[in-house]
T-cell receptor
C-alpha cells in the first residue's frame, strides 16, 4: 500500500477562488481525519469521519469550509471562497479503529497558498 | 472539552544532553495519549503510545494522571532527534487531537 495519498502536493490560488483538496486513505481503514497545520496553531483538527460519516466537524473554521467522504476510498476538503488566511499545510490521516485505538497514518500534506 | 497543551514551541539542546518535551492535557474521560514526530521532509508518524509503556529511539513518556501530563524524555539527545514533536490525545469517540507542537533542535 502506498499509504495515504493526498493531491495536489502544492496549490497556489487567488483569493476568492474555490480550492479542492483530495485524500485517498489506506485501504481497509475506517476513520479519516483532516488537519490544518500552521506555525501559530500547530495541528488543528478540522473534521473526523468514521465509516464515511462525519462524526465531529466542530473544527471546521467557517461555512467556507466543507468536507465530504462519498465512499471509503476518497475524501475531499473544499474551501469556497478561499482567503489568504487559509494558507497552510492541510493533512489527511486515516486509521483502523476496531475497539482499541490504533495508529493514524498521515499523507504528505497539501501546501495551500492563497494570494 | 479536550485540550492538549505543549508550552514550548521551540527547544534547543546540545548533543548528549537530556531532553524533555512537555505535554499537558485536559480530558474528562480516561485518556489515551501519544507522541507523534515529523522529521524533515517526512510524514508525521507515531513515535510512542502510553499504553505500550515502550521506549522508542531512546524516548520514553509516562502518563501522570495527577498532574495530567505526558512529558517525552530522552537521557542523551542525538542530532537525528531534531524534528517536530506533537503530543496527541484520543477521546472515547476515537477522535484524535494534537497539541501545537514543539520543534526540537539538537546542536552538535
Amino acid at each position: 500500500d502506498a499509504g495515504v495519498i493526498q493531491s495536489p502536493r502544492h496549490e497556489v490560488t487567488e483569493m476568492g477562488q474555490e480550492v479542492t483538496l483530495r485524500c485517498k486513505p489506506i485501504s481497509g481503514h475506517n476513520s479519516l481525519f483532516w488537519y490544518r497545520q500552521t506555525m501559530m496553531r500547530g495541528l488543528e483538527l478540522l473534521i473526523y469521519f468514521n465509516n464515511n460519516v462525519p462524526i465531529d466537524d466542530s473544527g471546521m473554521p467557517e461555512d467556507r469550509f466543507s468536507a465530504k467522504m462519498p465512499n471509503a476510498s476518497f475524501s475531499t476538503l473544499k474551501i469556497q471562497p478561499s482567503e489568504p488566511r487559509d494558507s497552510a499545510v492541510y493533512f489527511c490521516a486515516s486509521s483502523l479503529v476496531a475497539g482499541r485505538y490504533t495508529e493514524a497514518f498521515f499523507g504528505q500534506g497539501t501546501r495551500l497558498t492563497v494570494v | 472539552a479536550q485540550r492538549v497543551t505543549q508550552p514550548e514551541k521551540l527547544l534547543s539542546v546540545f548533543k548528549g544532553a537530556p531532553v524533555e518535551l512537555k505535554c499537558n492535557y485536559s480530558y474528562s474521560g480516561s485518556p489515551e495519549l501519544f507522541w507523534y514526530v515529523q522529521y524533515s521532509r517526512q510524514r508525521l508518524q507515531l513515535l510512542l503510545r502510553h499504553i505500550s509503556r515502550e521506549s522508542i529511539k531512546g524516548f520514553t513518556a509516562d502518563l501522570n494522571k495527577g498532574e495530567t501530563s505526558f512529558h517525552l524524555k530522552k537521557p542523551f539527545a542525538q542530532e537525528e532527534d531534531s524534528a517536530m514533536y506533537y503530543c496527541a490525545l484520543v477521546t472515547g469517540a476515537n477522535n484524535l487531537f494534537f497539541g501545537t507542537g514543539t520543534r526540537l533542535t539538537v546542536i552538535p
